[in-house]
């Protein structure tokens, strides 16, 4: 991913909060051709590192040709706007104001036991708020070895990250408030987060 230096980060605080805001993200490969397929994401963080795990469906082209080793292209996208130029103070192009992250790396598949702890951390992340939560250890042994079969996960190993945060920060003071002001304004929820973002720097 291109990010000019303006825009790019190296905060690892936030590249968790876009990956853990932004979970269903898409898992990319070539190999033998290009593919793309959405899919939900936990970050495990070690002692002095982290990883990426996730899973797919068994039926899925991914899932028929990926093996160890082979590198894949984690694309999370976080809150992003439009910016009209018509809130510039001179004439200039319009844009738009995001966060990003990318992640390049090597895959590892799961084996059973760590397939089902994946699915245990996943559910239990999502289900913990609802108001019966329908945890895995909640389901039938037979049920969960059931769904299983058709799913394929992996984790991925970072070997490259790219995280680019975007808020105008080429504009004037001028336009920069006025941005601000407008994206306040507006109905759409990501445009007032990007508003909240860029009053933080």
């Given at each position: 991913m291109y990010i000019p230096k303006i825009y790019r980060s190296e905060?690892?605080?936030?590249?968790?909060?876009?990956i853990s805001e932004n979970a269903f993200a898409l898992l990319i490969s070539d190999k033998e051709k290009i593919s793309a397929t959405h899919s939900m994401f936990l970050l495990n963080e070690t002692e002095d590192d982290f990883y990426l795990e996730t899973h797919i469906s068994k039926a899925n082209f991914q899932a028929k040709v990926l093996k160890d080793g082979d590198e894949v292209l984690c694309d999370f996208l976080g809150a992003h706007s439009y910016i009209s130029s018509s809130w510039y103070e001179k004439t200039n192009v319009s844009t738009w104001n995001y966060e990003a992250v990318q992640i390049r790396g090597?895959?590892?598949?799961?084996?059973?036991?760590?397939?089902?702890?994946h699915l245990e951390k996943l559910?239990?992340?999502?289900?913990?708020?609802?108001?019966?939560?329908?945890?895995?250890?909640?389901?039938?042994?037979?049920f969960v070895k059931k769904e299983m079969k058709g799913a394929f996960g992996i984790h991925i190993f970072p070997t490259e990250i790219f995280i680019a945060n975007k808020l105008s920060q080429n504009r004037n003071k001028l336009d920069f408030e006025n941005i601000i002001l407008n994206l306040e304004q507006s109905n759409n929820e990501s445009s007032k987060e990007?508003?909240?973002?860029m009053k933080m720097i």
């Open positions: 905060d690892a605080e936030l590249m968790k909060k876009i090597k895959v590892k598949l799961m084996n059973d036991e760590e397939l089902f702890q559910t239990f992340k999502y289900e913990k708020t609802q108001k019966c939560p329908m945890l895995v250890e909640k389901m039938s042994d037979d990007i508003a909240e973002k």
